[in-house]
């Protein structure tokens, strides 16, 4: 079948009909937006404490990774199929509420460890938080909208996730000001504690509420399942894998391809201030500060820019529509991800830093609705899971690591920082880009298959 014209089927009346009201809709995501920005705030603040963290534990490049990614994806790994399971049959509101209260929780734990084990413990409880957040969001916001307004519904959502890392630097850098005076004033509560840790305590604040909050979303029908197959308990666990099995020419190579794009994001993210301490003797707060504006303009652009090319590219008739924007994005991204670390002008480093984000944005709200439309409401939240644990595992966990282990064991300077950012790019970019190409055709092909659901 030719993935441009694809035989496109009309899609059954009852997939066009009784969705919630465009209020309920919206509120919801607006609210879980916010709730994905306040998850990854504590990640952009964590690139401010680098240093201070280090210099209080008495670790290397590759442990402060450990702590910010590793730790994290140790247990979110491990829990987030479990709690998918549930997620598909179970009130979803529920789950993010509870999630978003324990990995609030979790987070100012951060800020009271005092050693690199208690730390790492704290940083594991986070995952084990956000593990319940993105399958049932995800399966929220997806029976909450017709499937063509996903991409540029997708966009809004990952604005929350762009808004938190920039947020996150944001308000680091402002708390870092306010921190010690903070910990001087909450001393007979908290006991004395250092300015970093402090801000991790503060961060954490707002996720309560947002906890609460979740309590005042609707819940909405369960859409997308196969015509006859409307299972009334979970799906099991051998189903969902053969399923996968039988499609993993699509799967594979999204989920591989996504995660490997991710580590351009997050290993150029975690690094960016330290980047600029090292190669330029910028202070960390200057940084921050430009890098959360920048972010806050450039991935907004990239993530609705990305929605929209993928709407028309299926009203164009492609029903790799969504594959397709993803590809253009990596191959683009490549040239500048290599590049602008290498950059002498220190104005220039931040402006193709900005230009990189804004790329690899194009391609994040499509890859994310790509993976629901192809997949049948009784799995959705269980195959988020296995993606997510790709995507943190790859992306989160690796990224900044592979960074850092360049520049302990190949170029052992610290001061080599923009070397490794360069390689590594230079290395996994071309492999993203050929597993999107590699899976477009087969994702072309599930698509059609889908419009039969109901």
């Known amino acids: 079948m030719d993935a441009r014209t694809g035989g496109r089927v009309d899609a059954p009346a009852s997939t066009t009909e009784g969705w919630p009201s465009a209020s309920r809709s919206w509120y919801a995501l607006i609210v879980l937006t916010l709730a994905l920005m306040v998850a990854t705030i504590d990640r952009g603040i964590l690139t401010l404490l680098v240093q201070p963290i280090k210099a209080q534990f008495g670790i290397t490049d590759t442990q402060i990774t450990v702590l910010h990614g590793w730790a994290f994806v140790s247990v979110y790994a491990l829990l987030g199929l479990p709690i998918a399971r549930y997620a598909d049959h179970h009130s979803r509101r529920l789950i ?50 017709p499937p063509p307004k996903l991409p540029r519904v997708f966009a809004v959502l990952a604005i929350g996730f762009s808004y938190g890392g920039s947020f996150g630097v944001i308000l680091g850098a402002a708390l870092l000001g306010l921190a010690a005076s903070a910990a001087e004033w909450l001393e007979p509560v908290f006991g004395l504690l250092q300015p970093w840790q402090m801000v991790l305590v503060l961060c954490a604040l707002p ?78 707060t200057q940084t921050a500060l430009l890098v959360g504006v920048l972010g806050l303009v450039a991935a907004p652009l990239g993530l609705m820019l ?47 830093w900005a230009l990189n984000l804004f790329i690899i944005s194009l391609g994040i709200a499509p890859a994310n609705a790509a993976l629901q439309i192809i997949t049948p409401n009784p799995m959705r939240g269980q195959i988020r899971a296995a993606y997510q ?66």
């Open 96 to 145: 993010i509420g509870i999630g978003i209260a324990f990995w609030s929780l979790a987070t100012a734990l951060c800020g009271f460890a005092t050693s690199f084990l208690g730390f790492f413990a704290a940083r594991a409880a986070v995952g084990a938080g956000e593990s319940a957040f993105a399958p049932a969001t995800y399966s929220i916001v997806q029976d909450s909208f």
């Open 207 to 284: 996720g309560f509420l947002l906890a609460l909050l979740m309590a005042t979303v609707h819940e909405p029908r369960r859409r997308g399942f196969p015509p006859g197959e409307r299972p009334a308990g979970v799906v099991p666990v051998a189903q969902v894998f053969a399923f996968f099995r039988e499609n993993r020419a699509t799967y594979v190579p999204m989920f591989i391809a996504m995660g490997i794009k991710a580590m351009l994001t997050f290993g150029s993210g975690f690094w960016m201030p330290e980047l600029m301490r090292r190669t330029f003797d910028w202070k960390v």
């Open 306 to 352: 990305g929605g929209w090319l993928a709407e028309r590219f299926q009203r164009r008739g492609y029903d790799d529509a969504n594959l397709r924007v993803l590809q253009i994005a990596t191959v683009c991204a490549i040239p500048v991800a290599v590049s602008f670390p290498m950059m002498s002008d220190p104005w220039w480093v931040m402006a193709g």
């Open 389 to 454: 644990f790709v995507f943190n595992v790859v992306g989160f966990g690796a990224g900044s690591t592979c960074v850092a282990l360049f520049t302990n064991h190949v170029f052992h300077d610290d001061a080599a920082l923009r070397y490794s950012l360069s390689t590594v790019a230079a290395i996994i970019g071309p492999v993203a880009a050929l597993l999107t190409w590699y899976g477009m055709k087969p994702y072309a092909a599930c698509v059609v298959r889908s419009r039969t659901w109901t």
